[in-house]
């Protein structure tokens, strides 16, 4: 190769040679702002070659030694991310072996490495969330969110550090920051409504609860929509205990015409009756509630109304009329027969109590109030034969077991619990013939 560029600048030095024999005459090169100078025509065709070839090797040069600084700054780039994914991959390591010094360790070195490391200051983070080291979790998850205010992941992180904190309004802004970059967040407005439940804050629950039903897929609809009923009811309830009736009233009924079957909703209705009318009117709407959804928790309300008013009388016709309707009902029977015990007539509650099957219906409770009713007339030996059946006993010399997690009872021991799946959790339980009062 070498040889050939030789033979080339030959050539070139003999083609400019020919050029000087023929081309003698002088010319007058002058230099701006200077001196004029004579020479040759072939000299001044050689030394603006000269001129161009320098300014050729200058732009040549400046653009290797560019591409040599560009070389070496990406080779030391890609060390700097080998690097970093090496301790990266040692931190994720780390954590699923529940290494917890370790990957803080190794997380620290990426920071050392590239202090702007948003992965590994969310992930000191968590680490510290693990160790309920909530002070310094904030600190590294506020770096990250500083250094990408819209990324999510950072706010996600500080809106549970202050939910740990107890800082629930603060928690509110960031999930509030979270919606705004992304409007149609499931799990956002999920938080929030978290958040506004622990607050009681019914209002913006409503308004909250109608955005995540545009949100939610058609299968989890009906689930949300008993949810909105619920916050609409707690509202109407928080109004009604400051005293403003109008508004409440204005909720329950608007519950009770668009939900006939949401009972909650006649018992606040009940109550802003008895506010704005009186008594009888309300013990008149709950019966017709009653007719209509044959609910007992309206029953109990209107017994409670009835004995307020010194009307129990009208109670018992109301139960009587109810049990004729419906005589299979022995929860009724059992309503009527407390009603009985409450008001002291005794024999009248041992023969409505008497008629249940126990076959049907043998619960604690009904086991006591029958005993008690016994003990009463003093007949010791039925009080005592009801009062076993809360604990019969064959049942005295075996022993029934705690799970300490779950609070599940068992009749028989086992090594893990069947309900939560704790192991060693199991103790002996020594309420199993608890009376329920």
């Given amino acids: ?22 081309n003698k005459e002088m010319v007058i090169l002058k230099v701006p702002f200077g001196a004029s100078y004579e020479m040759p025509k072939i000299g001044l065709m050689l030394l603006s070659l000269s001129f161009g070839a320098f300014f050729v090797f200058i732009v040549f040069f400046i653009r290797d030694t560019s591409n040599l600084i560009n070389r070496f700054q ?16 040692k931190a994720l390591n780390a954590i699923m072996r529940d290494k917890v010094q370790e990957a803080k360790e190794a997380l620290k070195e990426i920071l050392k490495e590239e202090p702007e490391h948003i992965d590994a200051l969310i992930r000191l983070g968590d680490l510290s969330m693990k160790e309920e080291d909530y002070k310094t979790a904030l600190k590294y998850y506020k770096k990250a969110y500083e250094l990408d205010p819209k990324n999510i992941v950072p706010l996600f992180s500080l809106e549970s550090v202050m939910e740990k904190m107890n800082e629930n309004e603060l ?93 909650p909703a006649y018992l606040g209705m009940t109550e802003v009756i008895l506010s704005k009318e009186g ?11 009653y007719d209509t959804l044959k609910s007992k928790l309206l029953l ?10 010194g009307d129990p009388k009208r109670l018992i016709q109301f139960y009587l009329k109810a049990i004729n309707e419906k005589p299979d009902d022995v929860e009724l029977k059992f309503l009527l027969g407390r009603l009985y015990y409450r008001l002291e ?66 009749e028989e021991w086992t090594g893990r619990c069947p309900v ?18």
Wanted: aromatic residues 10%; contains cysteine.
């Fill in 74 to 89: 990406l080779q030391k780039k890609q060390k700097k991310e080998e690097k970093i994914k090496d301790y990266y991959a």
């Fill in 345 to 410: 007539m005794i024999d009248d509650a041992i023969e409505t109590l008497s008629s249940i099957d126990p076959a049907i219906c043998s619960t604690p409770k009904l086991h006591c109030i029958k005993g008690y009713l016994y003990l009463r007339r003093n007949q010791i030996p039925k009080a005592v034969s009801e009062f076993k059946e809360l604990c019969p006993e064959s049942k005295v010399s075996n022993l029934s077991y705690l799970c300490k997690e779950c609070h599940s009872t068992f």
């Fill in 279 to 289: 008594v009888e009117e309300a013990i008149d709407f709950l019966q017709k509630s």
């Fill in 171 to 263: 928690a509110l802004k960031y999930i509030e920051q979270i919606i705004s970059l992304e409007p149609d967040s499931p799990l956002a407005h999920y938080k929030m409504r978290t958040i506004l439940e622990r607050l009681e804050k019914w209002e913006e629950l409503i308004t909250l609860q109608k955005k995540i039903l545009k949100l939610v897929p058609e299968y989890k609809r009906a689930e949300e929509e008993k949810r909105l009923v619920g916050y609409t009811y707690e509202y109407g309830r928080v109004n009604l205990e400051s005293g403003d009736i109008e508004q409440a009233e204005k909720i329950f009924s608007s519950l009770v015409k668009n939900y006939p079957e949401f009972v």
């Fill in 420 to 437: 939560c799946g704790t192991w060693n959790s199991f103790e002996v339980d020594l309420r199993g013939c608890e009376i329920l009062k």
């Fill in 300 to 309: 109990i309300r209107l017994e409670d109304l009835l004995i307020s008013i």
């Fill in 1 to 22: 190769m070498s040889k050939f560029l030789i033979f080339l600048l030959l050539v070139f030095l003999t083609i400019i040679g020919l050029f000087a024999m023929e």
